[in-house]
């Protein structure tokens, strides 16, 4: 099966400036995760989607970062305006479920604000 | 703060030698354990997983882990490692019966040296 896509890979942009990220998931997956890795950190989650429903964005920061899964299917991340701590891998994950059914992640988006 | 740490951040080693790297939580309650790794390049796969029973799993490519509840940890093992070893390990938890919303440790980075 294909794995989780995302795009695009490296992304640079200066301070003030926005950005987005995009996910395709595995097909048929209901769930869907953006996590932010910080450079010598873990993953952190930001948003958690079950279908295009936001079921956990208590660890998103609403005033600059926004996302959407319209259709149920793709994802869009975007910040606006970026910030130099914003600097880091975006990774998108998918899972069948949102039971113990394992996440599949994507190869990340690797972000710098300069 | 509930949190997931791990002991060493680089760990260098010859081919044929022993690996173990430490993760401790801070979680209470009912907690699922995961080991994650990542290739140079490469997306983040999962190694093994603990839900319950056995406390001893095995998992892909000859590691094995020991949930020690008594001491909130869950130390990732390899008897006899190999240069493809190389790689960032994760250790993450997540609480109940979700997979999903992952904390992560702030992972390991092993060399193996040939």
């Known amino acids: 099966e294909a794995g989780v896509a995302q795009s695009p890979r490296y992304k640079i942009i200066e301070k003030r400036q926005s950005v987005a990220f995009w996910c395709n998931p595995i097909s048929g997956h209901a769930t869907l995760y953006w996590y932010q890795q910080i450079l010598g950190q873990g993953p952190k989650l930001l948003i958690q989607f079950q279908n295009n429903g936001v079921v956990d964005d208590s660890q998103l920061p609403k005033d600059r970062f926004s996302a959407e899964r319209l259709k149920g299917v793709d994802s869009t991340l975007k910040i606006q305006p970026a910030k130099l701590e914003d600097s880091a891998v975006y990774l998108c994950?998918?899972?069948?479920?949102?039971?113990?059914?394992?996440?599949?992640f994507g190869n990340g988006t690797r972000l710098t604000v300069t | 703060a509930q949190s997931v740490s791990q002991h060493n951040h680089h760990v260098i080693l010859s081919e044929a030698a022993s690996l173990e790297l430490g993760c401790n939580y801070s979680?209470?309650?009912?907690?699922?354990l995961f080991w994650y790794v990542q290739y140079p390049g490469q997306h983040l796969q999962l190694l093994l997983k603990y839900f319950s029973g056995d406390p001893l799993v095995k998992g892909i490519k000859g590691f094995e882990a020991e949930f020690i509840k008594s001491k909130f940890s869950f130390n990732l093992r390899k008897p006899s490692v190999q240069w493809s070893d190389t790689a960032e390990y994760f250790c993450?938890?997540?609480?109940?019966?979700?997979?999903?919303?992952?904390?992560f440790g702030a992972g390991t980075q092993v060399v193996v040296t040939p």
């Open positions: 979680y209470g309650g009912t907690v699922n």
């Open positions: 994950a998918s899972s069948a479920g949102q039971d113990l059914r394992p996440l599949h």
């Open positions: 993450a938890v997540t609480l109940g019966d979700s997979w999903g919303k992952l904390q």
